[in-house]
């Protein structure tokens, strides 16, 4: 971990993490632990949601934010520079560390765990896969 990250980790006594999967309507959500390695969705928001999400972040205190970036195979995704916008905002006005992370075919991904599930959390699913991949990526 980060020298900074660790550092604000022990300021805020947490360690846990809140993702966010941007779009233009809603921003699913999940929460997680590095520790566990795992995450678990919470409530989609309404875009663009800073007030709900200085609510989350009130609630869950935690030391680290990270967000979907996408990523087109073939050049840059439309909603690309939308979604570093929402991401450099989130560092701005919640002063946490904002992780970005590839989130192509998370939504394909959710799709599938959702059917497994029956479940109607898409958005938020989606934001719980890419915490677990940034969990995955960092370990």
Do not use: C
């Not at 779009?23 to 709900?52: C, N, Q, T, W, Y």
């Not at 205190?61 to 916008?85: C, D, F, M, T």
């Not at 450099?88 to 992370?101: D, I, K, N, S, T």
């Amino acid at each position: 971990m980060p020298e900074a990250l660790e550092r604000h980790a022990r300021a805020t006594n947490s360690r846990t993490v809140l993702a966010f999967d941007f779009g233009l309507k809603r921003i699913g959500v999940a929460v997680g632990e590095p520790e566990v390695g795992s995450a678990h969705p919470l409530a989609a928001i309404a875009a663009p949601g800073f007030d709900s999400i200085a609510r989350l972040i009130s609630e869950w205190r935690p030391s680290q934010l990270v967000v979907g970036l996408p990523v087109a195979a073939n050049g840059e995704h439309p909603l690309a520079k939308r979604v570093e916008r929402f991401a450099r905002q989130l560092e701005g006005r919640f002063h946490l560390p904002v992780a970005r992370v590839d989130e192509r075919y998370t939504s394909v991904e959710a799709e599938d765990r959702l059917r497994a599930v029956k479940r109607k959390r898409i958005d938020s699913v989606a934001a719980q896969l890419l915490l677990e991949q940034y969990f995955h990526e960092a370990a």
